[in-house]
C-alpha cells in the first residue's frame, strides 16, 4: 500500500513549450510570438522556461532566431525566473552564454541507435564533446542540466535496461551537471517503471532529478504521480500540451502544463501558477497557431471553481 | 513513500462503451453494430459488458433498443462472459430480467442536485424504489451492482465531502448490492481523492469496490493508478475512450479500454486482454461512426512489441 500524504509538498514546473512544444511545428511560429509566449508563461507563475535551443538552424529552422528570442527576453524578466536552452555541443553552448544564458541542457539518449539518429555520433563520441562543455560550464559559473533521453524505452531498440539510463546519469553528475532529468521520450513509460527507475535515481545521484513525460499512450500524469511518489518534484510539461512526436505524429506529446497544474493543484502540492492565467495562454496559443491543442483543461476548465 | 510492489496481480475491465459511450452520441448507432461492438469486445478477452440501459426509449432514444441487443447476444455467449445493464428503476429492472439478464447496474448520485437532474426525484425517493429492486433481484437471483455516480465532485454543488458516497455505498449494500462501484461521472477527481476514498470504501464495504473514471481533465489513468494503489482492480473502461460528458462538450470521456489495459500490461497487471484485438476494435468503431476517438493507443501503437 501507499502513502499518499508523504508526498512532496512543492512541484516546480519547467514550461519546454517554446523549445520542445514548438521544435516539431511545420510552420515557423513568430519571434514575436515565441517571446510572448515566454512573457505569459512567466505571468502565469512558470518560474523556469526551457526557452529555445541552440542548434545548427539549418537542421531545426524554427530555432533559427534563439540568441533573438534570448537576448530580447532575458533583460525584462524578474531574477527568480530562470531561462534556459538546449545545446547540442560546444558550438551550441558559445552561442548559448553569447547571449546571456547561465543554464544551459545537454541530451544525451539511452539507447546508442536513437542517439545516433539524434546526433550523428555515438553516446561515446557525444560524452566527449560534453566533457569540454561541463568544463567550460564549470569555469563560465554557467549550470549545465544532463537529459538522458528515452530514459524508458526506445522506439528502434525497445526495452531499455534500467542501468542505463542511471549509468549515464552517474556519468553527466562525475562530468559536473547540476541537475539530472530523465526523459520518456516517446512516452512509453508506465508508473511501475517510473518509480523503479527514479527510487534508484534519487539514491544514487546526489544533483537534483527530475523528469519529462510525453503523454503518447495516456500515462503521462499517471507517471507525474509516479515519480511524486519516489520523491522526484521537478517535471518538464508544455502549455496546451504542445509537441508531437516525430514516431507517432497522430499521438499527443507533451504532458500539458495545465493539466500538471491543475492536477497538483487538487493534490494540494503548490506549483505557484495561476490556472486561470494558464488557461487563458492556452486560449491564446491556439489561436496565435489557429489549432487545438491536447491539454484539456483548457476545454474541461478546472473541476473546482 | 510507496511500495509498487504490492499492487494486485490483475486487473478486471468491464466494457461500458455500448452504455456509457455510446448514450451522449447524437447519432443513432445501428442495433447491429452495437452488437458487433460487444461481439468484439468479447474477442479481444473482455469478460463483462455494460451493453446497454432499460431506460425510457423517449429519455434516451440511443437506448431503445436494450432488448433487442440484450435478446440477440445473450445466446451466442460464452458462460463466462457476464452482459449487464443499466436500470434506473422497477419497470427497467423488469424489462431487462425480461431480456435475460442476471445482473443490472443501479445508480445513485453523491449529489443532492445532480441527481435530481439525473433522476426527476430526491435521492431518499430512489433509494426507496431500489429497495423495491433489490428485493426483486434477491428473490429472483439477479446481482443488483450499486453505482455512486459524482462520487469525487458535482459539476452543480462542487466539492462532494467523502462521507457522502461512502455512506450511500454502504446504504446500497445494506440493501443488496454485490458489487459497489463509484464513479468520476465529470472527471472531477485525483490520485489523492481517489485513494483516500478507496481505501475507505476497501475497509468498510464487504462486497466487491470498483470505480468508473473519466479523463475529462487528464487524471483518468493515474487515478486507475491510485486505486490499485487501494487494492481496487474493477474498471470501467470504453473502446476508443467513447462517451463524453454533457457538461464539457469538448472534453474526452471515458478512460479508454486500450489505453488502460496497455497500462495494466505494462505493469505486469493481468487484464486477460488482446492489445490487437482490441485496437482493431477501436480501428473498426471509428471507421463505423465516421470520427476519431480520444484513445491514444490506436494512434502511437504499442510501446514495445
Known amino acids: 500500500m501507499c502513502n499518499f500524504a508523504e508526498l512532496p509538498k512543492t512541484a516546480h514546473l519547467i514550461e519546454v513549450g517554446p523549445r520542445d512544444g514548438l521544435q516539431s511545428e511545420p510552420d515557423f511560429f513568430p519571434t514575436a510570438a515565441k517571446i510572448e509566449m ?29 540568441a533573438e528570442v534570448i537576448q530580447t527576453i532575458l533583460p525584462e524578466l524578474p531574477p527568480e525566473v530562470e531561462i534556459i ?14 547571449a546571456g544564458l547561465r543554464k544551459v541542457r545537454l541530451v544525451l539518449t539511452a539507447s546508442q541507435t536513437f542517439h545516433r539518429k539524434n546526433f550523428n555520433q555515438s553516446i561515446e563520441e557525444t560524452q566527449a564533446e560534453f566533457a569540454q562543455v561541463f568544463a567550460r560550464g564549470k569555469a563560465a559559473g554557467v549550470n549545465c542540466v544532463g537529459i538522458i533521453a528515452a530514459s524508458w ?56 532529478v527530475g523528469v519529462h513525460f510525453h503523454n503518447t499512450r495516456s500515462t503521462g500524469y499517471a ?31 507533451n504532458i500539458a502544463t495545465e493539466d500538471t497544474a491543475h492536477m497538483l493543484n487538487e493534490m494540494r502540492i503548490e506549483t505557484g501558477t495561476s490556472l486561470e492565467q494558464l488557461i487563458s495562454t492556452v486560449t491564446w496559443l491556439e489561436a496565435s497557431m489557429g489549432k487545438k491543442l491536447p491539454g484539456q483543461l483548457a476545454k474541461a476548465g478546472p473541476a473546482f471553481l
Chains 1, 2 share one sequence.
Open 38 to 66: 515566454i512573457r505569459r508563461a512567466v505571468r502565469a507563475g512558470i518560474r523556469e522556461i526551457e526557452a529555445t535551443s541552440f542548434v545548427h538552424p539549418k537542421r531545426v529552422p524554427q530555432m533559427q532566431d534563439a
Open 85 to 98: 536552452a538546449l545545446v547540442p555541443n560546444e558550438k551550441g553552448f558559445e552561442r548559448a552564454v553569447a
Open 153 to 208: 524505452g526506445c522506439p528502434y531498440e525497445g526495452r531499455v535496461a534500467v542501468e542505463q539510463p542511471l549509468r549515464l546519469a552517474e556519468g553527466l553528475e562525475q562530468a559536473g551537471a547540476t541537475e539530472i532529468f530523465f526523459a520518456d521520450t516517446t512516452g512509453m513509460a508506465v508508473p511501475t517503471t517510473v518509480y523503479r527507475l527514479l527510487q534508484e535515481a534519487v539514491a544514487r545521484l546526489s544533483v537534483p
Open 223 to 253: 507517471n507525474v504521480v509516479a515519480a511524486l511518489q519516489a520523491g522526484v518534484n521537478r517535471f518538464d510539461t508544455s502549455l496546451g500540451g504542445l509537441g508531437g512526436c516525430p514516431f507517432a505524429p497522430r499521438a499527443t506529446g
